[in-house]
């Protein structure tokens, strides 16, 4: 086993990784609930930029499921984050496996 061309590998790999995870961070997922009756953006990171409420989802006699719709939005667009960040990642990480590393 060559030690320096795993090396190489290696450093290769945790550049790709580093790539994908900045264009997964500055990508832009949408979550919404109640039939896009709330709408939330985010980052591949997770970072909430945009919560948008449709005014006729505002019922001041009801305020819990606006409330409910909100969470719900938020989550969706979450998942959606995670969901961008693991399609990113996921085929870098199992080219771990080449490197000759046990158990990765």
Partial sequence: ???NKMMQQAQKMQEEVARAQEEAANAI????????AVIV???G???LTEIKIDPKAIDPDDPETLEDLVLAAVNNALEAADGLMQSKLGG???GLGGLGLPGL
Avoid: P
């Fill in 1 to 3: 086993m060559d030690l």
């Fill in 29 to 36: 997922v949408e979550g919404s609930a109640g039939g896009g």
């Fill in 41 to 43: 953006k985010a980052t």
């Fill in 45 to 47: 990171a997770g970072k």
């Fill in 92 to 94: 870098l990480m199992g």
